[in-house]
Structures are given as structure tokens and as C-alpha cells.
């Protein structure tokens, strides 16, 4: 499975942008997906993940009622949509698959990952 990781950008704060992680392979609808975050001299963090159907997420702290994650298999996309975006979201943000179909908020839940999308919020 390769996921390729779009939609970054520059936003003011308080605006929105929406990330999508596209995967090829047939097996990617059975995977859970989750994205993660690296600002500049910090190490990479959770954000939100998925279940494989949908049926399940989980967000960090930081980021819950802001953030909301979500996925269409038949287009082999997950998608997540960030409102009221604030400076310290300012990150590269990559998405990640795991060959279960639902997996932790930890880096070594997953098995493949995309190469990450530059968010910048500006004050």
C-alpha cells in the first residue's frame, strides 16, 4: 500500500483546510488510517485515526471539535477537515495505514506511511 498525503497549505487563523490521504491498493478499505503531526523542533504527535468502516475515531486533545476525520473507501481516501485552525497546528502532516482494522494512537500501530502534507496557520 503507498498513501500520498494532499492539501496542505498556508490558511490565517481561524480558517479551514481539508487533508486527504489517497492509497492504492485494493486492501486499503479494511486498514485503519491515522494522521499525525511534526511541527518544527517537536516530535511527531497523533492527531485522529479511523476504523477501517468509518465506525469508529479517536482525536488528541488538542484537536477535538476542530478536527474531524473521515473516509470513503470506494475512492481509497480518508480525508480530514481542520476548522478554526490555530498557529501551533502548524505542522507537516502525514497519514499513516495500519493492517488492522482498528489500531492505536501510537506510532507503532502502523504499517505504512505517506510522505506528509505542510500545514502553516499564520497569526
Known amino acids: 500500500v503507498q498513501l500520498q498525503a494532499s492539501g496542505g497549505g498556508l490558511v490565517q487563523a481561524g480558517g479551514s483546510l481539508r487533508l486527504s490521504c489517497a492509497a492504492s491498493?485494493?486492501?486499503?478499505?479494511?486498514?485503519?488510517v491515522g494522521w499525525f503531526r511534526q511541527a518544527p523542533g517537536k516530535e511527531r504527535e497523533f492527531v485522529a485515526n479511523i476504523a477501517w468502516s468509518g465506525s469508529s475515531t479517536r482525536y488528541a486533545d488538542s484537536v477535538k471539535g476542530r478536527f474531524t476525520i473521515s473516509r470513503d473507501n470506494a475512492k481509497n481516501t480518508v480525508y480530514l477537515q481542520m476548522n478554526s485552525l490555530k498557529p501551533e497546528d502548524t505542522a507537516v502532516y502525514y497519514c499513516?495505514?495500519?493492517?488492522?482494522?482498528?489500531?492505536?494512537?501510537?506510532?507503532?500501530?502502523?504499517?505504512?506511511w505517506g510522505q506528509g502534507t505542510l500545514v502553516t496557520v499564520s497569526s
Open positions: 491498493g485494493r486492501t486499503f478499505s479494511v486498514y485503519a
Open positions: 499513516a495505514g495500519a493492517r488492522a482494522r482498528w489500531t492505536s494512537s501510537s506510532e507503532s500501530g502502523y504499517d505504512y
